[in-house]
């Protein structure tokens, strides 16, 4: 068989293009992507907005289910971040759904991330959902090379 060098350039070219642009997809929760003054604020917002069905802890209440621990991770684990934020924004407070900004449903985001022990960083968690898009919920801390 004749091997067309142009055709394996061409593969190697957009194989190296291709990496190139993998860490924009490849960041995830434990990547520090919001900042504990955030989890601050999203404590308070969390308090007042959300506390009353999902618990003081986000244990979960009577019938509302919990936002920390096993099950909760289990149900976001492999999704991006702009999944669980939407969802907050789309149907919570459950009595209410849309009512906060969107600037308070990053924050109150921040808080759960902080509770569920993924660690804070240096930036605030995003409030478009399109840039959340990047950032993966990963129950387990992924490896490092
Ligand atoms: C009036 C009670 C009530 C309030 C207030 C409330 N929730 Fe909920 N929440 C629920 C119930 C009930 C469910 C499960 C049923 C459903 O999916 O709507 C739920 C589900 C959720 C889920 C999905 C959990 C999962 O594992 O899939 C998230 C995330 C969530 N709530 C976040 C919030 C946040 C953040 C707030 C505050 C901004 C909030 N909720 C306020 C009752 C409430």
Known sequence: MKISWLGVAVIVSSFCFL???APAETRSVWDGVYTEEQAKRGEE?????CAACHGDMLTGGESAPPLTGGAFQANWNGLSLSDLFDRIRKTMPQSKPGRL????DADVLAFLL?????P???TELYRQSEMLKEIRF???KPAKN
């Open 19 to 21: 990496r190139a642009q």
């Open 45 to 49: 917002v969390y308090q007042k907005e």
């Open 101 to 104: 900004t969107r600037q308070q």
């Open 114 to 118: 902080n509770i569920n022990k993924f």
């Open 120 to 122: 804070a960083g240096k």
């Open 138 to 140: 990963e129950a387990k």
